[in-house]
């Protein structure tokens, strides 16, 4: 699976921003895509989640109600649509995929594939 993230930028506090996740090479559907961000000097973090075809989302306490994650099986692409961004939301993005069977869905070193990241900056 290659995965390819795109969509990021620079938006005021309290604007909104869609992240796009498109992936190609293998059937996406037995996978489960993550979203995570890293900003300097910390370490990566979990956003969010969706099990592909029609599974459940989850969400990082500090996003819940914010971010959602939705899905287009058409084009096989996974989206984070972004609102409310606050400052401490700038980061690099990234996305990437488990088999949906995985248990650590919270996890960095559980994920197989990611994408290359992009730039999320939120101004105040």
């Known amino acids: 699976v290659q995965l390819q993230a795109s969509g990021g930028g620079v938006v005021q506090a309290g604007g909104s921003l869609r992240l796009s996740c498109a992936a190609s090479g293998r059937t996406f559907s037995n996978y489960r895509v993550g979203w995570f961000r890293q900003a300097p000097g910390k370490e990566r973090e979990f956003v969010g989640s969706i099990r592909r075809s029609g599974g459940n989302t989850y969400y990082a306490d500090s996003v819940k109600g914010r971010f959602t994650i939705s899905e287009d099986n058409y084009e096989n692409t996974v989206y984070l649509q972004m609102t409310s961004l606050k400052p401490e939301d700038t980061a690099v993005y990234y996305c990437?995929?488990?088999?949906?069977?995985?248990?650590?869905?919270?996890?960095?070193?559980?994920?197989?594939?990611w994408g290359q990241g992009t730039q999320v900056t939120v101004s105040s």
């Open positions: 990437a995929a488990q088999p949906s069977s995985s248990l650590f869905l919270r996890v960095a070193g559980a994920y197989e594939y």
